[in-house]
DNA sequence: ACCGTAGGAGAACGCTCGTTCTCACGTCAA
DNA sequence: TTGACGTGAGAACGAGCGTTCTCCTACGGT
């Protein structure tokens, strides 16, 4: 098997296990036997668990971002495009094995005692910011906005991923809507 | 010791070291050091480490509420008692050794693994929501406004947990402000 | 004073798990 | 053909930790 193939399938596993019993409890043989990379390749692959653990939080979350942004773009009018953000979360919200947002969950396992895992959550939370504050900048909208937007779309997902609902969504919706309006 | 004495004291340090360094990386050994309560006593107070856990989620749960009631009535205002969910937020965030919310950082850590643990995070966000829901209540607002409001606060808890910021708290405050405004 | 009981200190046990090692096998260059 | 090398399967190692056990001391009732 190709290095190259051994790594995305290490990866797909890692991301399944991880994401959905978390890091802490899911071994590296578990990994070894949900992609079939035998212990050693994976060691070479990944010197230790914890890099295995940033190899999977980095991967998601440029195919986090990215499908984000797809799906934004699929919308012209820029007040459009910051609602949708809110009509993504429930698409997200309500895929089958859902379990709330995977930094946030990092972060409550692995934050006190990993620095290189809570700096990846902390520049994972900065950029989705940043990404929010680019479309309220481009809709002409004060920058003081996306704070606030920022808040809600965070607080729909940890209470999504609690109460196992989409509803959130659509709550974090209709308020961002009533912030964006005119006043 | 006194049993009494000695739970509170295991209890004690079992908050300490769960909420400051999260619940797996802990050991019952550590309680022991840290509380002074032999081994043997620690587990005829808590059968296991997960009764443990439990009690500490449960007394912190109450004393939180109560903290955060005890700050929201000194104000009087039907609406300023509201905001002031978000004043108090400030000032807890801004303690020393805040570390986010207790319970969303243990669904990261155990929600996936412990149905107990689950539902008890599901109860204290439960009570918080339906808090928020009296307040809005009892200030004569559309009860859906209470949904908005939970989201504002989870996503400053969140935020203020991994960035160890107190400028959600103003954040959330105020956009419930523009939120509550008469339209 | 004596015995039964409770409690403390800490060793011991058993299991999990991250990581490394062994060994047998297949491959490819010379 | 041969030998060095890479690889897979899985055993082995070592640490951490939840839980229990041992042993010793102190004390309370008679």
Known sequence: ??????????????????????????????????????LKRLYQLFPAKEQLVEAYLERRDGRWR???????????????????VFDWLEEWFGEEGFRGCAWINSYGELGATSDRVAAQVRAHKRAFGDYLASLVAAAGRPAALAGPLFLL????????????????????????????EPR
């Open 66 to 84: 990215g499908r984000l942004a797809e799906f934004v773009e699929l919308r012209s009018a820029p007040e459009e495009r910051i609602l949708a």
């Open 1 to 38: 098997m190709d290095s190259a193939v051994a790594r995305e399938r290490a990866l797909d596993a890692a991301e399944e296990l991880f994401y959905g019993r978390g890091i802490q409890s899911v071994g590296m043989d578990d990994i070894r036997g949900a992609s079939g990379v035998s």
């Open 153 to 180: 779309a965070e607080g729909a997902m940890v209470t999504a991923g609690i109460t196992r609902s989409t509803r959130p969504a659509a709550q974090a919706r209709e308020a961002a809507r009533t912030l964006l």
